[in-house]
């Protein structure tokens, strides 16, 4: 499959959009979208999809802190799980880990959305250490680059952007949406320029509905907690005096993902919990694979 601009996503998008309204057809999210979303994955079957998802762990360096670390389908919903610990040899800094998965066609991404519910979270802080722990549960992705980058394998200049519930030691329980740029060749070090807090409180056990957007025409990232509903949010975060368009991104992400950024802690190893529930995924057609026809149906009992 030869590989499509993000120009041309945006064309096909705003021509999509065109032939429904003259159809009279009512785009959903209306106060957001420049084009359809559609349903990717309800995780329905006993397996998660191969030709939807490929799995994904990121330990921060070559010690993986990541004791406990599990994603599968539980309940109709996609379940990952992830705890974190700080190293206890320093009191300065903190050790980030991610977990998760990716869609298989991050190329093509342009818009996610899916109902996300923290089943449990933990961040502990060191009384020694002035930096945060943050246990996260996030929709991320890349979307272009900078021009930045020297070329192909280094991620320097990546775009990417971001939506997530998130419980932090510094500024408590929050849903937040975000955008930056990756700083180094593995995108190891990165700068968040755009940042937004909603109102939505991020509470135990509820469900809301968490949707990022790629405007590429409008140099700008929308997002929205429970679209649809009385209880919406919306923001748009620009970023047409930061970052040009330079072309696709050195490295394509589109991932569901528990994320932890852990303190180290002399005094004792502290630890970060994530457990999320993601459901009711959609994104934009082009995003979409076909069938996977070998896709396992069961378990064998021999």
Known sequence: MSEQSPARHSYFSYLLLAILCLLGVQVGLPSLSY????????????????????????PGNNNNA????????????LRLYLITHGGVDIDEGRR???????????????????????????????????SETRSRAQLIARFFNDGSSPGPGDSTGDIFA?????????????????????????????????????????????TDTLQMIWDDAGSQFLYAVNTGTPEEE?????????????????????RLRANNSVVH?????????????????????????????????????R
């Open 96 to 130: 980030t880990s991610r977990f998760g998965l990716q869609v298989t066609l991050p190329e093509f991404l342009t818009a996610m959305q899916a109902d996300v519910t923290i089943a449990q979270v933990a961040a502990q802080s060191c009384e020694a250490n002035t």
């Open 35 to 58: 084009g359809q979303l559609v349903d990717y994955d309800d995780f329905a079957g006993p397996f998660i999809d191969p030709a939807k998802w490929l799995g994904n762990e990121s």
């Open 162 to 206: 971001g939506i997530q519930k998130v419980r932090s030691t510094a500024s408590g329980d929050r849903i937040e949406a975000f955008a930056g740029r990756c700083s180094n060749a593995p995108c190891s070090s990165s700068t968040v320029e755009l940042f937004f807090a909603f109102e939505s409180p991020m509470i135990m056990g509820q």
């Open 66 to 77: 990541n004791t406990e670390a599990m994603r599968h389908i539980q309940e109709g919903a």
């Open 234 to 254: 919306t923001v748009a975060l620009s970023y047409a005096e930061l970052f040009t368009n330079m072309g696709p991104p050195n490295f394509n992400v589109g």
């Open 265 to 301: 802690c002399t005094a004792s190893r502290k630890m970060a919990v994530m457990e999320a529930l993601y459901d009711n995924i959609r994104v934009n057609p082009e995003a979409v694979p076909p069938p996977d026809p070998m896709a396992p149906m069961g378990v064998s009992d």
